[in-house]
């Protein structure tokens, strides 16, 4: 139980071009969804917090208008890059919390974008 | 302020050998605590966690960690290390109402 799966794993697009990544809670309801960004070799930045119906919470330094969260239902959630640039390239990762376990995150495979 | 941190950046064991990886945290909380291994290119699997009880939890891939309190540590431990755990490893804090402060992760090598 509670998987998490992530749509595309790899992404290439062009400087410029907006990219949307899926993020769904398979076989539990996510009342909470998480997405982090992860540099290479390093750890894990939390990006967002999300509740369904909900706007997203960000933290500080993540810049909302170009980092759209949508969490329309209790299975997904969405990460839009817009007007993506080179230094948008990373691994971005979601996590989602569910009723029956609302103090635990379980993590999505990742998804890695690259921008040219 | 919350802070996780991991002494060890990286570590190199021989395979079968026993594997130790450190984890401290400063929460102002009742903190819960989790370890989670990333394989390269990969999410993150949860290997254990603690909420309460017993300090000493068990994990799945025989992994076990230890909570200690007057210690502020929650050490990750396996007896005899496979090849396939080589991965990086991360301890993570959370608790109530609170997002979780990820440790800055600790890579294991296992040597054959």
């Known amino acids: 139980g509670a998987v998490v799966s992530q749509h595309p794993s790899r992404v290439i697009c062009k400087s410029g071009t907006s990219v949307k990544i899926e993020c769904r809670s398979l076989?539990?309801?996510?009342?909470?969804m998480f997405w982090y960004r992860q540099f290479p070799k390093q750890s894990l930045m939390l990006m967002a917090t999300?509740?369904?119906?909900?706007?997203?919470?960000?933290e500080q330094g993540v810049e909302k208008d170009k980092f759209l969260i949508n969490h329309a239902s209790l299975t997904l959630s969405t990460l839009t890059v817009t007007s993506a640039h080179p230094e948008d390239s990373s691994f971005y990762i979601c996590?989602?919390?569910?009723?029956?376990?609302?103090?635990?995150?379980?993590f999505g495979p990742g998804t890695r974008l690259t921008v040219t | 302020a919350q802070s996780v941190t991991q002494p060890d950046i990286h570590i190199t064991v021989s395979e079968g050998a026993s594997l130790e990886l450190r984890c401290n945290y400063s929460?102002?909380?009742?903190?819960?605590l989790f370890w989670y291994v990333q394989s390269p290119g990969q999410g993150l699997q949860l290997l254990l966690k603690?909420?309460?009880?017993?300090?000493l939890v068990q994990g799945i891939k025989g992994f076990e960690a230890e909570f200690k309190r007057s210690q502020s540590s929650f050490n990750l431990r396996k007896p005899s290390v496979h090849w396939s755990d080589a991965a990086e490893y991360f301890c993570?804090?959370?608790?109530?109402?609170?997002?979780?402060?990820f440790g800055p992760g600790t890579r294991l090598s296992v040597l054959p």
């Open positions: 993570a804090v959370g608790a109530r109402g609170q997002n979780f402060v």
């Open positions: 996590s989602a919390s569910g009723t029956g376990f609302p103090y635990e995150q379980y």
């Open positions: 076989d539990f309801q996510a009342t909470t």
């Open positions: 603690y909420f309460s009880g017993d300090t």
């Open positions: 929460y102002g909380a009742t903190p819960y």
């Open positions: 999300s509740n369904e119906g909900s706007k997203a919470t960000y």
